[in-house]
């Protein structure tokens, strides 16, 4: 079991970079590591994970080729790394964590599928 805490929100002009980190209670090393966010008035949506070894990364198609998920096993440490912001990106991100998700099979892109939730960190980009 892991208790996650998301830092690195804020506000940033469209256009702009934001780096989210996600930390860990414990040994991620585990588990499936991954991101969602929720808008105001929108379902939560899945954005982006990432397997154990970091080998392998899966991206919902609206942040691809502008949103890095990475980790650090040793720190117990995720990290969303965003740039090229849009004000639709503009959201509370949460950091997800779960053993049994597994992505190359289409499990792991729906919340229902996640255990573990942090808090979440809210992301607003002004155009």
């Known amino acids: 079991q892991v208790q996650l805490v998301e830092s690195g929100g804020g506000l940033v002009q469209a256009g702009g970079s934001l780096s989210l980190s996600c930390t860990a209670s414990?040994?991620?090393?585990?588990?499936?590591m991954g991101w969602f966010r929720q808008a105001p008035g929108k379902e939560r949506e899945f954005v982006a994970v990432i397997n154990r070894g970091s080998s392998d990364t899966w991206y919902a198609d609206s942040v691809k080729g502008r949103f890095t998920i990475s980790r650090d096993n040793v720190k117990n440490k995720a990290y969303l790394a965003m740039d090229n912001l849009k004000p639709e990106d503009a959201a509370v991100y949460f950091c997800?964590?779960?053993?049994?998700?597994?992505?190359?099979?289409?499990?792991?892109?729906?919340?229902?599928?996640?255990?573990?939730w942090g808090q979440g960190t809210q992301v607003g980009v002004s155009s």
């Open positions: 997800v964590a779960d053993d049994e998700v597994n992505p190359y099979y289409d499990i792991g892109f729906h919340e229902r599928e996640y255990k573990y």
């Open positions: 414990g040994r991620i090393v585990d588990y499936y």
